[in-house]
């Protein structure tokens, strides 16, 4: 049995619009009117996927996405931190240019997956508490197509780390479909936002 995740980034947020990293800063930025336009658009585009559960990270922007999204497919939401953005430590709200002064060489960690940010996380941590929460759903949840509601660099961080795919963007409610055989206990293949094509590397092994 084959279980179809639909993997949705937030819509836009004020910060978003002002071009500033959010990551898991405590202040709660909520979606701007475009972005809860983009959520009902996204919506439609899932409407016909027959997913019937959404989760969602707990962080508000995911969390009203997640909302919006669940209630137009008439489903439940659930929330799971694990589906949360890159925690940048330090660096979480800040711009490029403040990020520069406060620690210079923090490109090496979009550089390096494993090199944490400073007092924050690795980007591979990132992708192994998503994998973790998906392989937990798949044990949790009998329904064949889920929706999770989550951030621009977690879901590249899953792309790379289980497919070696990178991704250099995921847009506000892009949208990718990721499918996991449970037989074989492993991811199987990707549909990726930009060309909407199927794009299965050789399976890793998870």
């Not at 898991?24 to 009117?33: A, F």
């Not at 999204?69 to 490029?96: C, H, M, S, W």
């Not at 780390?161 to 506000?172: A, K, M, P, W």
Request: proline share 5%.
């Amino acid at each position: 049995m084959k279980k179809h995740f639909y993997i949705f980034r937030h819509g836009q947020t004020i910060w978003n619009a002002e071009g500033r990293p959010q990551g898991q800063h405590e202040y709660p930025v909520p979606l701007t009117v475009q972005g809860r336009e983009q959520a009902l658009k996204l919506a439609e585009k899932l409407s016909g996927r027959k997913i019937k559960l959404i989760i969602s990270s707990d962080l508000l922007r995911a969390q009203q996405t997640g909302e919006i999204v669940a209630q137009t497919l008439k489903v439940p939401l659930e929330f799971d931190r694990r589906l949360r953005e890159v925690d940048y430590g330090i660096l979480n709200g800040l711009y490029t240019l403040e990020r520069e002064e406060v620690y210079p060489d923090f490109k090496k960690s979009y550089q390096d997956v494993n090199i944490p940010f400073p007092e924050g996380e690795s980007l591979h941590q990132v992708a192994l508490r998503f994998i973790d929460a998906i392989r937990d759903i798949c044990g949790k949840y009998s329904y064949r197509a889920i929706g999770l509601s989550s951030h621009g660099h977690a879901i590249t961080s899953l792309i790379e780390e289980v497919f070696g795919y990178q991704v250099q963007r995921v847009e506000n409610c892009d949208y990718v479909h990721i499918t996991y055989d449970l037989e074989k206990d492993k991811f199987e293949g990707i549909e990726l936002p930009e060309k909407r094509e199927i794009y299965v590397p050789q399976l890793p092994n998870y």
